[in-house]
């Protein structure tokens, strides 16, 4: 790695774009009364698609729902360390696990993944576990079974699983 790359300065030409949106955004601000806690008592574990708004899915703002996301919506060690914070010092009571349709983490095996980072960036990746799912549904069982059976997480925590549609908008719930 070249010393660039571990510069001191903000690398602010790549997020001009940001800091302005974030000026504006900030110039409007409205959200200072809101407490670290989940007003609406929620949390939601989902995919880092762009194409997720799950606030405004599931018809909250600001400060109602602890959000948790990674690829694929998985439920993993760090998904389950944060909501033990959140279910017992986060005011969440009740905890949505939100997959969605047409998710790259859904398409293909882990090796396939690992094969087109190696092949178009050079990158060995195999000390990785991504997480992909062959059976969405069974995958999402799975996990909203794990959680639900996770011994330090608090006690009488409703969790439920449901896949979001990237085209209607619509919550598709799973028994689990």
Do not use: W
């Not at 571990?6 to 940001?18: I, K, M």
């Not at 939601?44 to 996301?69: E, F, H, N, W, Y």
């Amino acid at each position: 790695m070249s010393e660039a790359n571990f510069s001191e300065h903000f690398p602010s030409e790549s997020f001009e774009d940001v800091l302005a949106a974030n000026g504006e955004f900030a110039s409007a601000f409205q959200g200072s009364s809101l407490t670290g806690s989940a007003a609406r008592g929620l949390a939601i574990v989902t995919c880092m698609d762009s194409r997720i708004s799950p606030l405004a899915a599931v018809g909250m703002q600001s400060g109602d729902a602890k959000i948790l996301r990674n690829a694929g919506a998985r439920v993993t060690e760090d998904v389950l360390r944060t909501l033990v914070l959140a279910t017992y010092l986060l005011g969440v009571n009740r905890i949505l696990v939100m997959p969605h349709t047409d998710c790259r983490m859904a398409q293909n095996e882990e090796a396939d993944i690992h094969a087109t980072i190696s092949k178009q960036f050079g990158v060995d990746t195999r000390s990785l576990e991504f997480r992909t799912v062959l059976d969405q549904r069974k995958a999402l069982a799975t996990d909203v079974i794990r959680i639900r059976s996770y011994p330090l997480l608090r006690k009488g925590v409703s969790v439920g699983g449901a896949i979001y549609n990237v085209t209607t908008g619509v919550l598709e719930p799973i028994d689990c």
